[in-house]
């Protein structure tokens, strides 16, 4: 974390591997989710991702999401998640933003059917929609460039839409078959 935050990716991305190789069994989901957080920032797009499915990776169909570690590493991916959305809209990159709450929107169904609560996850809802807010008023105003292959993916002309996809595919926070994007966002952490 320390050489990305110094801007040394080169040293970054070999301390990664390195710790991928000979530290995979002691790998803890939070110091994934940073190191994933610490690519997207310094603009390793892919090499985040990368991290994203490789250390945060959830069991394969079937598989039980009952161990602490399963629950640890679905909680991790969804923040990060969330993170990148988040920080995407905020930088004027809805491309990459919209990947991120793809994924997310993913979790949702195995959010669902695992031990762990809704409000577990502390999904930053209201925060990702003002993000989305901001992003579109930034494009409406100055235009978006297409620097990174996530620019392939189509977008709606509402931001906020992406956000709402993403959440709606979670189960609702107040038990209900119907739910409304106000349900999710009550219960946001403050």
């Known amino acids: 974390m320390a050489a990305l935050h110094c801007g040394e990716t080169v040293t970054a991305h070999r301390a990664i591997e390195t710790r991928r190789t000979y530290e995979r069994p002691s790998m803890q989901p939070h110091e994934s989710a940073a190191i994933i957080r610490g690519l997207m920032r310094v603009g390793r797009l892919e090499q985040g991702w ?5 250390e ?10 009952a161990s602490d570690h399963s629950q640890e ?31 997310l929107g993913c979790l949702g169904t195995v959010v669902a059917e695992s031990p762990v609560a809704l409000g577990d996850l502390d999904l930053p809802w ?23 292959k996530d620019a392939r993916i189509s977008l709606p002309s509402d931001f906020t839409d992406l956000v709402w996809d993403a959440m709606s595919q979670f189960p609702c ?13 009550a219960a946001t952490p403050k």
């Open 50 to 54: 990368e991290v994203l499915n490789d």
């Open 56 to 65: 945060l990776r959830l069991p394969m169909d079937g598989l039980s999401l």
């Open 73 to 103: 590493v679905l909680k991790h991916r969804a923040r990060a998640l969330a993170s990148i959305a988040s920080r995407h809209f905020y930088d004027g990159e809805p491309y990459v933003a919209a990947r991120a709450l793809s994924y």
């Open 126 to 148: 209201a925060k990702l929609v003002t993000a989305a807010t901001v992003c579109a008023d930034t494009v409406s105003k100055k235009g978006w460039e297409a620097k990174h």
């Open 173 to 185: 926070p107040r038990d209900d078959e119907e739910c409304y994007i106000e349900d999710y966002i």
